[in-house]
């Protein structure tokens, strides 16, 4: 069980960058790695250029135990995903057969475009796509997704199986109608003496009263527990 | 006027990389950046550590010509931001007494919370906060705004000002219920004789029909709007 497992989120898209549109993997695959016991230690968004893409796929494959990418796997001409990870591992791109099966059993014509999803870093093994057929690829540590959300999710899933995490990253929160700036002493007070857990405040506002969500996480649940214990009966107690 | 402007975002924050809280200052920004014709290069989310965000601030602001930050500048022990720019650029944390009269003046307790919100870096400016009082600040070509997003909308308006963009990056766009993988070819050859737009393919499924959004951008209009049309006219002709 390697309990320091790592991860890195790599989305890759002009249309992240251009405001165009928000982006909605990285929250669910957020989730999916606490739930698996997996830091993720970072998330970037970056442009649709193959020499970016290769050097960002390097840094970030060095440095984490896994790198997702999500986007660019499609069939048009700015889908450059599977050859800039081609690049960065120095390897062919060939066509998978598999995948050329897949692809094909929808009975729509398998023209260049399409034939172009098929094609996959040499070495790769392909990540299921329960939703439209054409599949994601890992190559060593680095799993290929799609940008399509509900796609996404789906080979997320898929992939879930071949990850080995640690401990799950328990969480508890409480949100409080009181003002960080006349709490924010109790509340360090309190995270000094957990340094095991890590204790977040997140103000809002809602319905005009300010006020701040409380989290605690960790992996240790009764060290979780006992700190948020102390952080109800201080700042929110039930007088 | 400086054409090839370029800017990086910085989300720093715990909260969005553990899956709790949905990022949501990304799209205003890079709308934002489109808008005043300045290139947005790539997004980046890390952790609330110093060394981490200290270092990543520094890689950033050599590689751009504006670093945006939010998260972390709040009045708790997690709120990080404001020590870790001080440590990128090798200054001090001074109390700035501009910021103490904005923060005092809403009649409630200055403790050492609320004065951890008037501390920046020493030569820091300060950015305008409309909705809370707490201000952001600048530190050469580093903009460090709040998380909340009401408040980082309101703290990047304040800031427009003060960044020297291009020509507005222009953008038509344009639905077309097709599959990616039957045309793939005629807009690849479309992309070929336009190489100075960006034209991009972004694939949906509405109400159970698929579909694209064809985007094209750019900074000439006349050349953006060329594209589009021959787009119209060969993917969606009004026959």
Same mark, same amino acid.
Not at 43 to 69: H, K, W
Not at 190 to 198: G, Q, S, T
Not at 223 to 226: D, K, S, Y
């Given at each position: ?8 989120v ?22 999916g ?37 999500t986007?660019?796997?499609g ?15 120095? &390897?062919?791109?060939? @066509?998978?057969?598999? *995948? +050329?099966r897949?692809? $094909?059993?929808?009975?729509? %014509? =398998?023209?260049?475009? !399409? ?11 392909l ?16 799993? &290929?997704?799609?940008? @399509?959300?509900?796609? *996404? +999710?789906?080979?997320? $899933?898929?992939?879930?199986? %071949? =990850?080995e995490?640690? !401990? ?28 095991? &857990?890590?204790?977040g405040?997140?103000p809002?506002? +809602? ?15 009764a060290?979780?527990?006992?700190a ?12």
């Open positions: 069980m390697k309990s320091d497992a790592t991860a890195a790599l989305i890759i898209g002009n249309e992240i960058l251009s405001g165009k549109t928000q982006e909605a993997n990285l929250k669910f695959m957020a989730e790695f606490a739930r698996l016991g997996i830091k993720l230690a970072e998330a970037r968004v970056i442009r649709d250029e193959p020499p970016i893409i290769a050097a960002v796929v390097n840094e970030l494959r060095a440095r984490y135990t896994y790198v997702f990418t986007g660019g796997i069939p048009t001409h700015d889908d450059v995903t599977a050859e800039s990870v081609a690049r960065a591992f120095g &390897v062919e791109l060939v @066509v998978n057969e598999e *995948a +050329r897949r692809i $094909a059993s929808s009975g729509r %014509e =398998l023209n260049q475009a !399409r034939l172009k999803m098929a094609t996959v870093p040499e070495g790769a093994s990540i299921d796509n329960a939703v439209s057929l054409a599949p994601g690829f890992r190559i060593g540590n680095v799993f &290929v997704l799609a940008g @399509v959300p509900s796609i *996404a +999710r789906a080979m997320f $899933a898929a992939c879930e199986g %071949e =990850l995490g640690g !401990r799950p990253i328990l969480s508890e929160s409480i949100d409080v109608y009181q003002r960080e700036g006349d709490f924010a002493a109790a509340l360090e007070a309190i995270a000094k003496r957990y340094p095991e &857990v890590d204790i405040s997140y809002f506002s +809602r319905d005009g009263r300010l006020g701040a969500s409380l989290v605690v996480r960790g992996t240790d649940g060290r979780v527990a006992a948020m214990t102390e952080i109800r009966e201080t700042l929110a107690p039930a007088d």
